[in-house]
């Protein structure tokens, strides 16, 4: 059944968005013939768990190497085709495309499906916008897209609710259990935490609750002797239960952003695309003699500055904390993923600025770049630096918080940001 609900999802909702794909040709039909096998090396894997027992950890990673190498291949079309006209379309994918890892997550794949399905929507809503009132083919593409990542969602909550299933024949099979008599008695059980019981669990448990009064058949009669109140000798034994000594040193919490810098620092030159990452307290990353086609990518730097001298495609932050970029002109964008206090600064002339899960971001602006096209989502602490005649900037804070009204007949929703008081 688990076969065949995956065959039905690859046939019915993945079928749909290939073909959308090919309708809209291009980089966008190339991208989805590599999604499309990466959804053929899984349904391979999903078939191969239903005939053998669950690997070692060894070996799983070794089994899953193909259907990791697929998402890379999809994530680095993605990559080497950043001048394309349909950026957004291939980001979207391979923001998104990671859902397929479910199969290594457990005990909850279902939601990480969800959570892979959600960081693709910052793209989808860019396709949306762009091409609402152009082709609506785009429109039903990327809804094909969000449908199929759903379907997914739905089938591994099915049949794979706390991880892929595996049959438990063929290699690596636990032995029978010995011949013998019964077991002895398990140990008393913990408290139970509720939270994290299962639907199995809470099933039980619920069945003993409503036996009723039966329920306290089993229970021990509390005699005179053994109340403290008549005893109070009872009462001189050591405590069951001492509390947690408030001084105790709190343990830190991981910092977001740059995360651990445990790899060499990298600046290099691939093809188009200048490699800047893990770099650490160094201020003078410059990138010169780039051409107008070229991008820059920035990962998990911390402490560091950046400056591009002369005109390029575009500018990428992701993942760093603490990080400050200056650039003469960008033909498409600068984009801040996944960042920490980061600042950018344009010298000349940068179409769109974009946002994405990033806490604290400052943006100085040119009197070329008023024009600029500022996007954010999920992100914070966003503030906008105009220059001044005096040389001096206004500075304007990003709305992060918005109101939402129902419209009257009820016909849709109006949302308008909320302007800051302070």
């Known amino acids: 059944m688990s076969i065949n609900g995956y065959q039905d999802l690859m046939q019915g909702p993945l079928q749909s968005y290939l073909q959308l794909s090919n309708q809209l040709g291009g980089d966008i039909a190339s991208h989805a ?50 001048a394309s006209n349909f950026f957004n379309h291939l980001s979207a994918i391979s923001e998104s495309i990671p859902a397929l890892g479910w199969v290594a997550v457990a005990p909850t794949p279902a939601p990480y499906v969800k959570e892979m399905n959600d960081a693709g929507q910052f793209y989808t809503n860019r396709v949306l916008k762009e091409w609402k009132e152009k082709d609506k083919t785009h429109v039903e593409w990327c809804r094909a897209w969000v449908q199929l990542l759903s379907d997914l969602q739905a089938y591994v909550k099915q049949y794979h609710t706390t991880g892929l299933v595996w049959s438990g024949k063929g290699a690596g099979a636990p032995p029978p259990p ?103 307290g160094n201020s003078n990353l410059v990138v010169e003699n780039a051409e107008m086609n ?82 954010s989502s999920k992100s914070s602490e966003m503030n906008v630096l105009v220059p001044k005649a005096n040389g001096d900037y206004a500075e304007f804070p990003i709305p992060e918080q918005f109101k939402t009204v129902l419209n009257k007949p009820p016909t849709g929703l109006t949302t308008s940001p909320v302007e800051s008081t302070g």
């Open 178 to 280: 010995p011949p013998g008599g019964m077991p002895p008695p398990p140990p008393a059980l913990p408290e139970v935490d509720f939270a994290n019981m299962t639907a199995d669990d809470r099933s039980a448990l619920f069945a003993e609750i409503n036996k009723g009064e039966a329920i306290t058949s089993s229970l021990r009669k509390v005699t005179s002797d053994m109340q403290t109140h008549k005893n109070p000798q009872l009462r001189q034994g050591p405590a069951p239960f001492k509390a947690a000594s408030s001084t105790a040193p709190a343990k830190a919490l991981p910092t977001p952003g740059a995360g651990q810098l445990d790899k060499p620092p990298v600046f290099a030159r691939d093809g188009k695309k200048w490699v800047i990452e893990y770099q650490k």
């Open 33 to 82: 013939n590599l999604v499309n096998d990466a959804f053929q090396e899984q349904l391979r894997y999903i078939q191969l768990a239903a005939s053998r027992s669950k690997p070692s950890d060894g070996e799983q990673v070794q089994l899953l190497k193909s259907t990791s190498d697929k998402i890379s291949a999809i994530q680095q079309y993605r990559e080497k085709n950043r």
């Open 294 to 375: 070229n991008v820059v990518y920035m990962f998990r730097c911390r402490d560091s500055a950046l400056t591009v001298r002369g005109k390029i495609n575009g500018v990428v932050l992701d993942s760093c904390t603490k990080c400050a970029v200056v650039f003469d002109n960008l033909v498409s964008s600068v984009e801040f993923v996944n960042c920490q206090s980061v600042q950018m600064q344009v010298l000349g002339k940068v179409p769109t600025v974009s946002i994405d899960k990033t806490d604290g971001c400052q943006i100085y602006l040119s009197q070329e770049s008023l024009d600029v096209e500022i996007v």
